[in-house]
């Protein structure tokens, strides 16, 4: 979500009233979702938001960004230097993840569809046709044959099951889809490591809320430093068509993340 500070409680000394904020504030395990025009938040989910976007578009950010940077910083500590792939490249969490990878100095290259390729150079990371080329071919072309530093997998399943082919020896794979059945032997063949990444355990435990403030903050500040910008859907949906945002997901038409103005009447 994306708001206007209206009232602060005690021991809130972070925002104040009239403060523009966004956060990654609830829905889940019982917490008040941002499907209304008022929510009483827990203040350490929340940060400044960056001063260059719009409401609409700083609404877009907290999820996928929260999610990407769990995995790719804290998780799999991505530095200058590396070459990192990232599955799934032009998706929600995906087009987040390549544009803090290459914030972060390393070398970006992402799989996609080919309708995706020319928004993913536009980025400046090299697109990889997962339909066109084998996973032997690409890590072939692209890292001769050595493999990825780190591979970042947003879609699960079969994408896990590469991502675990295309790492280096030593590397590390991260997913944020990390379910389901899965053989690890390539991944040991590699000595490579993997961990996960489960975004919402700070809102159903209340733990390390804190750390989601905190990376909010870090992408206000990319955001503002132009490095750093949502890919958001063409389509303005208000609070009473909010069931047809929903519908736009699940038939896959959404080109980057829905969002719903609660505040505005869309004709």
């Given at each position: 979500m994306a708001g206007i500070v209206e009232a602060i409680g005690a021991g809130v000394d972070a925002f104040k009233p009239g403060d523009a904020v966004?956060?990654?504030?609830?829905?889940?395990?019982?917490?008040?979702?941002?499907?209304?025009r008022y929510a009483a938040i827990d203040a350490a989910l929340l940060a400044h938001k960056p001063a260059s976007l719009s409401m609409h578009d700083a609404a877009a950010l907290p999820l996928a960004f929260i999610t990407s940077y769990a995995g790719i910083v804290d998780r799999a500590r991505v530095r200058a230097g590396q070459t990192v792939l990232v599955q799934?490249?032009?998706?929600?969490?995906?087009?987040?993840?390549?544009?803090?990878?290459?914030?972060l100095g390393a070398h970006v290259f992402a799989t996609a569809s080919?309708?995706?390729?020319?928004?993913?150079?536009?980025?400046?990371?090299?697109?990889?046709?997962?339909?066109?080329?084998?996973?032997e071919q690409y890590v072939a072309a692209h890292t001769n044959g050595a493999g990825f530093d780190v591979v970042v997998d947003t879609a699960g399943g079969a994408s896990l099951d590469a991502s675990?082919?295309?790492?280096?020896?030593?590397?590390?794979?991260?997913?944020?889809?990390?379910?389901?059945?899965?053989?690890?032997a390539p991944l040991s063949f590699r000595e490579a490591s993997y961990s996960?990444?489960?975004?919402?355990?700070?809102?159903?435990?209340?733990?390390?809320?804190?750390?989601?403030?905190?990376?909010?903050?870090?992408?206000?500040?990319?955001?503002?430093?132009?490095?750093?910008?949502?890919?958001?859907?063409?389509?303005?949906?208000?609070?009473?068509?909010?069931?047809?945002?929903?519908?736009?997901?699940l038939d896959g038409s959404a080109r980057g993340k829905i969002v719903v103005d609660v505040e505005t009447q869309v004709g």
């Open positions: 966004y956060g990654m504030t609830g829905g889940v395990g019982g917490i008040q979702g941002s499907l209304a799934g490249g032009a998706g929600g969490v995906g087009h987040m993840s390549v544009q803090l990878v290459r914030a080919a309708g995706n390729h020319e928004y993913i150079a536009g980025l400046g990371m090299t697109p990889i046709d997962y339909r066109a080329m084998s996973v675990f082919a295309a790492v280096k020896h030593f590397g590390h794979v991260v997913s944020a889809l990390g379910w389901g059945t899965h053989a690890l996960g990444v489960f975004t919402l355990h700070p809102l159903l435990t209340g733990q390390h809320r804190a750390h989601h403030g905190e990376m909010l903050r870090e992408a206000a500040r990319l955001v503002d430093e132009g490095r750093l910008a949502p890919r958001v859907d063409a389509r303005r949906f208000d609070l009473l068509g909010a069931e047809r945002a929903y519908e736009a997901l």
